[in-house]
Every structure is written in C-alpha cells, then in structure tokens.
C-alpha cells in the first residue's frame, strides 16, 4: 500500500529523508504479513539503494542477511543493525554544523515572521538544540537584530522568558 520511498544512490543529503520514507511506508503497511519480518525489511530497503556507489555495500549487507536463519534470526534487532549501518555509512555527518552556521546567518526579514519562524525550528532540529534553552531564545533574537522596533514591541511588560512565549 502506498507508493515506494524513492531509490537511494548515495547522496548523503537524501539520506536522512530516504530513512523517513522508508520508515513510513514500512508504518503504512503495518500489519501486513509480509512487511513484519525484520529480515525482509531490510531485504526492501536494499532493493532501493542502488547505483554504483552503493552497490558494494548492499551485496555485503545481502551476503549477511543470507547467513541468518529466517525464524530463528528474524528479531527486530536485525532492523535496528541495518538502520545503524545505513546511518554510519550514508548519513551526513555534517548537517548538525551546517545547521548551526545557517542559524548564525538567518535574519528575519519583514513581514515574513513565519517564514523566519517556521526556518528557525527546522534548524533548530537539525542543529540538535533544545528549544527551551537559553542559547536557543539568543539565536532567535539575534535574527531580529535589524528589526529593533519589533524586538521593542516584544519586550513590552510582561516581558516573555520562554522561546514559546516569544514567538506568540
């Protein structure tokens, strides 16, 4: 059911967004018999990494599915080993900082506040911060530092302390 995530070939920018899909449509399809064993779920997902870039790395992941029994090895651990090894190899080991540099430049430009918004959270997840922090509420200040007379509005008593409070 549903429409199969696209292929993967290596590009470690659609790495992260090939495991989401993937993971997706294995949720979709819960419940059908085929989709619940571990084994063949990693068997799926190694029918759409392809390409020669990849194609090395799948025949060893084959080569070790192969050697495992399919009831007695079929346990959710043989997923959770594929999906490591798919992340140890593919993904990119650069987002978070990349995520934090583009943080550091992103200004809000007027009237685009949901914009500026909705690119600060998805940063924010990408660069690994907790919202609630402090250094988080200065991130999202310092992109208003062109705009002071919002930040004055902002700042009106009850002055908000919470990123939540903030943004509303």
């Known amino acids: 059911m549903g429409l199969l995530p696209r292929i993967f070939d290596r590009d470690r920018t659609t790495a992260e967004a090939f495991l989401t899909e993937f993971l997706r449509y294995l949720m979709l399809n819960?419940?059908?018999?085929?989709?619940?064993?571990?084994?063949?779920?990693?068997?799926?997902?190694?029918?759409?990494?392809?390409?020669?870039?990849?194609?090395?790395?799948?025949?060893?992941?084959?080569?070790?599915?192969?050697?495992?029994?399919?009831?007695?090895?079929?346990?959710?651990?043989?997923?959770?080993?594929f999906e490591q090894a798919f992340k140890d190899k593919f993904m990119d080991s650069t987002c978070e900082q990349r995520a934090r540099n583009q943080l550091e430049q992103l200004k809000f430009k007027y009237p685009d506040i949901n914009k500026y918004i909705a690119n600060f959270e998805d940063l924010i997840i990408h660069a690994g911060y907790n919202l609630a922090s402090k250094e988080v509420i200065n991130l999202f200040l310092k992109g208003f530092s062109k705009s002071r007379n919002l930040l004055d509005k902002v700042f009106t008593p009850p002055v908000p302390t919470t990123y939540g409070a903030m943004k509303r």
Request: aromatic residues 6%; charged residues 20%; without cysteine.
């Open 30 to 81: 819960q419940g059908v018999t085929r989709f619940e064993s571990p084994i063949q779920q990693v068997a799926l997902a190694l029918t759409l990494i392809k390409g020669e870039k990849v194609d090395l790395w799948v025949h060893n992941m084959i080569d070790s599915l192969r050697r495992l029994h399919p009831v007695h090895h079929n346990i959710p651990q043989v997923w959770d080993e």
